[in-house]
């Protein structure tokens, strides 16, 4: 049976580890913590304070509205000729023309190319996914391919800055610029080099921060964000013109031409989009991304990324710090209550940790699992835990009943772990006091009454005997028929004296209540009820005791067997409708100032051949109060 019971425990622990295993798997592998984290990730980049991006020496040359209702869409190239030529006369240190143009526009269309070839400050674009050229001619130094890194919901927050191992023409568009520039002039050199290239990250890698598959090919980091829409912005028709207030703010600028109508529709999503409901905020213009990529660059080789994150492996000793702590938190505290205030603060603690860093330090982890894992895990023992308390619950129920008052049953509860092992109360040797009660003339009252009648009769006697008993912090360990034995002091005991004083206490408690009882049944004619009680105290054997099918809990022993002889004592008569005989040794264990008794004799009892000095209980003296019920379990009272 016990191995069955071990069995059944691994196999409902198993259950839910497997479950909880299965949870955390999900969450994983189904894109979702991912997803929770990024968009945790977006909320706090979105309320994060963000510096204007006036600062540095990028200008966006934007085809807006007015430009395509002037020039048409889309725009010819004897446009961009005068725009570019414009703004290299105006001494900008790169321009990028953020345009394909791959196939010319209009009838001026070998101006533009040789416009590129012309002047080494102008880079073109390609896009090496789609598969489209660069305008034909352009030397490979200024070429630059413009593709995006897009996360699989649309939003920009990476940027692709390097690939190695490419040919002369394969660099990205930021890089190209600045190189053009000078104003870093060794980025290039030192992004084809991999050893140099390498110590300029840490770059993202597929599981970095709250990525768990991405696609991290060549050389990726976060993308730091400047205030949206920020960068200084003229027209197309402003520069094509040649407006004086233009040409003077482009001098030693890196210029990006491309478009910012929202009718063209090059717009993408960025962290803010999700949380900045504005129409200019909503949406950010590829040439914006760009200039961004570019301004991000300008801050230096030797500063280190505003937005970074750790090695993989630390989000994974996270991960498992956490489950770790998740199962340590589920079976430690012995109080559920306490188990899940300290899983709660502690959740709460990592969530606010791992969102001050990104937002003070620009710090990402990913944060969904280690949260999830906690709780989760300490649930894993709570259910266990929970599965276990209520098997154990059962055990107490089917071992001692419930015929316990609620603070015994409380503390029996509290001290389960000690007294039971295998399901069973381990056989002990305790100091307790043991209570018989019988039911006097109970023969002759059956002959008077129907079979129903009688077992009325008695129940309400018998319910009268539980109460007093369980409230006086005693158990009902059996039922004899008309009769019953209780103990006070095991399985647990408040010590030798609180538990023989809970003895008296509670028999004083049954005669009082017995009186009462008495005065009913004779308003409904029936026979009165008088009870004998016998109370004895010293050393017995308590444990479980049957079979695997029957078990109860059992106290045997001369003191039991005292008890039983004392209720049964036939040589000292009473008038009593309750008659309390106990033993000397149960009145020297206990308080007894204020007891009424008197000595009835010293008698040989059966089956003990010490003989008992033998009391009678008559009361309390004038102006005591006797404990009427709900003995506290941790009385004072210790012996």
Same mark, same amino acid.
């Given at each position: 049976?016990?191995?069955?019971?071990?069995?059944?425990?691994?196999?409902?622990?198993?259950?839910?580890?497997?479950?909880?295993?299965?949870?955390?798997?999900?969450?994983?592998?189904?894109?979702?913590?991912?997803?929770?984290?990024?968009?945790?990730?977006?909320?706090?980049?979105?309320?994060?304070?963000?510096?204007?991006?006036?600062?540095?020496?990028?200008?966006?040359?934007?085809?807006?509205?007015?430009?395509?209702?002037?020039?048409?869409?889309?725009?010819?190239?004897?446009?961009?000729?005068?725009?570019?030529?414009?703004?290299?006369?105006?001494?900008?240190?790169?321009?990028?023309?953020?345009?394909? &143009?791959?196939?010319?526009?209009?009838?001026?269309?070998?101006?533009?190319?040789?416009?590129?070839?012309?002047?080494?400050?102008?880079?073109?674009?390609?896009?090496?996914?789609?598969?489209?050229?660069?305008?034909?001619?352009?030397?490979?130094?200024?070429?630059?391919?413009?593709?995006?890194?897009?996360?699989?919901?649309?939003?920009?927050?990476?940027?692709?800055?390097?690939?190695?191992?490419?040919?002369?023409?394969?660099?990205?568009?930021?890089?190209?610029?600045?190189?053009?520039?000078?104003?870093?002039?060794?980025?290039?050199?030192?992004?084809?080099?991999?050893?140099?290239?390498?110590?300029?990250?840490?770059?993202?890698?597929?599981?970095?921060?709250?990525?768990?598959?991405?696609?991290?090919?060549?050389?990726?980091?976060?993308?730091?964000?400047?205030?949206?829409?920020?960068?200084?912005?003229?027209?197309?028709?402003?520069?094509?013109?040649?407006?004086?207030?233009?040409?003077?703010?482009?001098?030693?600028?890196?210029?990006?031409?491309?478009?910012?109508?929202?009718?063209?529709?090059?717009?993408?999503?960025?962290?803010?989009?999700?949380?900045?409901?504005?129409?200019?905020?909503?949406?950010?213009?590829?040439?914006?991304?760009?200039?961004?990529?570019?301004?991000?660059?300008?801050?230096?080789?030797?500063?280190?990324?505003?937005?970074?994150?750790?090695?993989?492996?630390?989000?994974?000793?996270?991960?498992?710090?956490?489950?770790?702590?998740?199962?340590?938190?589920?079976?430690?505290?012995?109080?559920?209550?306490?188990?899940?205030?300290?899983?709660?603060?502690?959740?709460?603690?990592?969530?606010?940790?791992?969102?001050?860093?990104?937002?003070?330090?620009?710090?990402?982890?990913?944060?969904?699992?280690?949260?999830?894992?906690?709780?989760?895990?300490?649930?894993?023992?709570?259910?266990?835990?929970?599965?276990?308390?209520?098997?154990?619950?059962?055990?107490?129920?089917?071992?001692?009943?419930?015929?316990?008052?609620?603070?015994?049953?409380?503390?029996?509860?509290?001290?389960?772990?000690?007294?039971?092992?295998?399901?069973?109360?381990?056989?002990?040797?305790?100091?307790?006091?043991?209570?018989?009660?019988?039911?006097?003339?109970?023969?002759?009252?059956?002959?008077?009454?129907?079979?129903?009648?009688?077992?009325?009769?008695?129940?309400?006697?018998?319910?009268?005997?539980?109460?007093?008993?369980?409230?006086?912090?005693?158990?009902?360990?059996?039922?004899?028929?008309?009769?019953?034995?209780?103990?006070?002091?095991?399985?647990?005991?408040?010590?030798?004296?609180?538990?023989? &004083?809970?003895?008296?206490?509670?028999?004083?408690?049954?005669?009082?209540?017995?009186?009462?009882?008495?005065?009913?049944?004779?308003?409904?004619?029936?026979?009165?009820?008088?009870?004998?009680?016998?109370?004895?105290?010293?050393?017995?054997?308590?444990?479980?005791?049957?079979?695997?099918?029957?078990?109860?809990?059992?106290?045997?022993?001369?003191?039991?067997?005292?008890?039983?002889?004392?209720?049964?004592?036939?040589?000292?008569?009473?008038?009593?409708?309750?008659?309390?005989?106990?033993?000397?040794?149960?009145?020297?264990?206990?308080?007894?100032?204020?007891?009424?008794?008197?000595?009835?004799?010293?008698?040989?009892?059966?089956?003990?051949?010490?003989?008992?000095?033998?009391?009678?209980?008559?009361?309390?003296?004038?102006?005591?109060?006797?404990?009427?019920?709900?003995?506290?379990?941790?009385?004072?009272?210790?012996?």
């Amino acid at each position: 049976m016990r191995f069955n019971e071990r069995l059944r425990d691994g196999l409902i622990q198993g259950g839910i580890v497997g479950a909880a295993a299965l949870l955390l798997g999900g969450l994983a592998t189904t894109g979702i913590s991912e997803s929770i984290d990024l968009l945790l990730y977006d909320a706090v980049i979105s309320l994060r304070a963000t510096d204007s991006a006036q600062r540095h020496p990028v200008t966006i040359a934007g085809i807006d509205e007015g430009d395509i209702s002037h020039y048409g869409w889309p725009i010819d190239d004897a446009v961009l000729c005068r725009a570019i030529s414009n703004a290299v006369e105006a001494k900008a240190s790169a321009i990028g023309l953020d345009l394909y &143009r791959d196939q010319g526009i209009g009838e001026q269309q070998t101006c533009l190319r040789a416009l590129i070839q012309r002047h080494p400050k102008v880079v073109a674009i390609f896009n090496a996914a789609e598969g489209i050229q660069a305008p034909p001619g352009t030397p490979p130094e200024q070429q630059a391919f413009n593709d995006l890194v897009v996360d699989a919901d649309g939003v920009i927050r990476r940027d692709l800055v390097h690939v190695s191992g490419q040919d002369d023409a394969t660099v990205s568009l930021p890089v190209r610029l600045v190189e053009t520039s000078n104003l870093q002039p060794d980025l290039l050199d030192a992004l084809r080099s991999p050893q140099r290239a390498e110590r300029l990250g840490p770059w993202l890698l597929p599981h970095s921060g709250g990525y768990r598959d991405l696609d991290a090919a060549g050389y990726q980091r976060l993308l730091p964000f400047q205030q949206p829409g920020s960068f200084r912005t003229i027209s197309l028709r402003a520069l094509a013109n040649g407006e004086a207030k233009t040409m003077e703010q482009l001098r030693g600028e890196i210029v990006l031409m491309g478009s910012t109508a929202p009718s063209l529709r090059d717009l993408f999503e960025i962290p803010q989009s999700r949380f900045i409901r504005t129409e200019r905020q909503l949406r950010m213009p590829g040439v914006e991304v760009h200039a961004l990529r570019v301004a991000a660059l300008l801050n230096g080789l030797s500063e280190p990324w505003s937005l970074k994150t750790l090695p993989p492996w630390s989000d994974r000793g996270l991960e498992l710090l956490a489950i770790l702590t998740g199962i340590y938190l589920g079976e430690s505290f012995r109080k559920l209550r306490q188990s899940i205030t300290v899983t709660a603060v502690l959740t709460a603690a990592v969530a606010s940790s791992g969102i001050a860093l990104l937002w003070m330090q620009g710090l990402w982890i990913g944060l969904t699992l280690p949260v999830i894992s906690l709780p989760v895990m300490a649930g894993v023992g709570w259910l266990r835990r929970g599965a276990l308390h209520q098997r154990q619950k059962q055990q107490i129920e089917r071992l001692l009943g419930q015929t316990t008052s609620p603070a015994v049953a409380s503390q029996l509860w509290d001290q389960r772990d000690a007294l039971l092992r295998d399901g069973q109360f381990e056989g002990k040797q305790v100091d307790a006091t043991v209570l018989f009660t019988d039911t006097q003339d109970f023969t002759s009252i059956s002959e008077q009454l129907a079979p129903a009648d009688l077992l009325l009769w008695l129940n309400r006697g018998m319910a009268l005997l539980v109460k007093e008993i369980t409230d006086h912090g005693g158990i009902i360990n059996k039922f004899t028929g008309d009769g019953l034995l209780a103990v006070f002091g095991a399985p647990i005991s408040q010590g030798k004296a609180v538990d023989a &004083r809970h003895a008296i206490d509670a028999a004083l408690a049954i005669a009082a209540r017995l009186e009462q009882l008495n005065r009913e049944l004779s308003r409904e004619e029936a026979p009165p009820m008088r009870i004998r009680i016998g109370i004895h105290s010293g050393p017995l054997i308590a444990g479980s005791m049957g079979s695997s099918t029957r078990l109860e809990y059992t106290v045997m022993g001369d003191t039991v067997n005292c008890a039983s002889r004392l209720e049964s004592l036939a040589r000292v008569p009473s008038d009593h409708v309750c008659r309390t005989l106990f033993s000397r040794q149960t009145l020297q264990q206990c308080a007894n100032d204020d007891l009424i008794w008197h000595s009835v004799g010293r008698f040989h009892v059966k089956g003990r051949q010490q003989v008992v000095d033998v009391l009678e209980l008559n009361g309390v003296k004038p102006g005591t109060a006797f404990r009427t019920g709900n003995a506290p379990a941790d009385d004072p009272a210790k012996s």
